[in-house]
């Protein structure tokens, strides 16, 4: 067993740990306050190479190993969680698919500009009336000539209208359920990609996430992943993939909270000393400090895991609900360690205890992930570790 990171991990990690908490952290309230979208900061991002950090070299990308990427995605969301989602969705549901299922012409086509940053990517599976049910999904697809067509009402898309390349969803015939789906990627630039007003959110307000209406959105056939047929497989084996992001950003707004308690505990004196010696608020930061380790290092083991043979999805479902799930509290614990002062918008736990809500909900919430995992332990034969 071997806990040290390689050259490079180590190497990224500190590179965008200067990078957040120069660029980053100083604008992260006041993004968040007028909920804007900063562009400027994803030029910047996409200069350092970090918006195609899992695309191989010969595509224009990093080519880097996935806990490089999860160290990356953690330090950016420690200081603006809002632009790590943005981070995320380009590299993980919308690079890594079409890498991993696209047609060489395709990935040669479409990926440099993603991974080069010149273009934002995301992911459209989501609909009004089919979220955790993703089989249920109603955007239809129709062949016309060399193009498909796509039609339908996609909800909660992230970087809608600020990302140009999306992997979307649809079905050829409703009634085929899971097996009627295909996958395609779509350039959102034309007049058949409506992208609706944004969101206005609880978290993540600098993010932006909208409704989209597809209206017969050409898509070349050539822009298939993998086979028609295989829209689900290549959707969950994606998932299985990018919650370990989601599982990042969860240790990055975490670890945020646990230092601004910490910090706070240490100065804000209360019956004659710092409340930090009230074994009350010292255990609270005790189990804050324990709850997030552990799921840091569940989490850097599923990204080993996930470069090694052998099934994913109970491994990053793990990671994904463990990390989400403790985020909440540990936000919770370091708002009840602030006192009223938690409670305000001067101080950025109050941005935390919002950012950290969405990430027990999207990439499937913890109910699914808990479904993932009892669905992988029914099927094996013993449960322990390998
Ligand atoms: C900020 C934000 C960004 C997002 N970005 C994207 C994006 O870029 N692309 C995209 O496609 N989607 C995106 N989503 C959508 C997100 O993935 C969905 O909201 C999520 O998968 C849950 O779907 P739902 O909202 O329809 O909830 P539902 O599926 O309706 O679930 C409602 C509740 O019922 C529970 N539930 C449902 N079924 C079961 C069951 N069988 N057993 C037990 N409990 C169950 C759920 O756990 C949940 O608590 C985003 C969402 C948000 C909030």
């Known amino acids: 067993m071997d806990f040290e990171f390689s050259e490079q991990q180590r190497m990224v990690r500190d590179m965008v740990r200067a990078f957040a908490s120069e660029r980053l952290r ?17 030029r910047e991002l996409g200069e350092l190479g970090l ?30 969680a809002s632009v790590a989602v943005g981070v995320s969705v380009t590299n993980s549901v919308c690079q890594w698919p079409i890498a991993r299922f696209g047609s060489e012409t395709l990935k040669r086509s479409v990926l440099p500009p993603l991974a080069r940053g010149d273009v934002l990517g995301g992911i459209m599976l989501t609909e009004p009336g089919a979220g955790s049910d993703l089989a249920s999904l109603r955007t239809t697809y129709r062949v016309e000539g060399d193009r498909f ?61 909208a409704a989209v209406t597809l209206e017969d959105a050409e898509v070349p056939t050539t822009a298939m992943l993998g086979s028609e047929g295989e829209g689900m497989k290549v959707a969950l084996a994606t998932l299985d993939h990018s919650r370990l992001g989601i599982a990042a950003q969860a240790l990055g707004i975490a670890q945020a909270a646990f230092d601004e308690a910490i910090t706070y505990a240490k100065q804000r004196e209360q019956f004659g000393k710092p409340i930090i010696e009230h074994q009350a608020v010292g255990f609270r930061l005790a189990d804050m400090d324990a709850e997030l380790e552990a799921s840091r290092w569940l989490t850097y083991r599923a990204a080993w895991l996930s470069e090694r043979p052998g099934r994913l999805s109970r491994t990053s479902a793990q990671a994904k609900l463990v990390a989400s799930e403790m985020a909440n509290r540990v936000v919770a614990l370091a708002v009840q360690v602030h006192g009223g002062y938690g409670f305000s918008r001067e101080f950025a736990v109050e941005r935390l205890y919002r950012d950290a809500r969405v990430t027990t909900i999207y990439e499937g919430t913890s109910e699914v992930q808990r479904m993932v995992i009892a669905r992988a332990l029914r099927d094996l034969e013993t449960t322990a570790p390998a």
């Open 51 to 80: 918006l195609g950090m899992l695309t191989p070299e010969s595509y224009g990308g990093a080519g880097m190993d996935a806990l490089s990427y999860l160290l990356a995605i953690e330090e950016i969301a420690r200081a603006d």
């Open 149 to 209: 067509l796509l039609s339908g009402s996609k909800a909660w898309i992230t970087s809608a209208g600020v990302a140009a390349t999306f992997v979307v969803l649809a079905t050829r015939d409703a009634s085929l359920g899971a097996k009627g789906i295909s996958a395609f990627v779509l350039d959102a630039r034309q007049p058949g990609v409506v992208v609706h007003p944004p969101e206005r959110k609880m978290g993540l307000r600098s993010s932006v996430t």
């Open 26 to 42: 100083p604008g992260a309230s006041a993004r968040d306050e007028k909920g804007e979208f900063p562009a400027d900061i994803f």
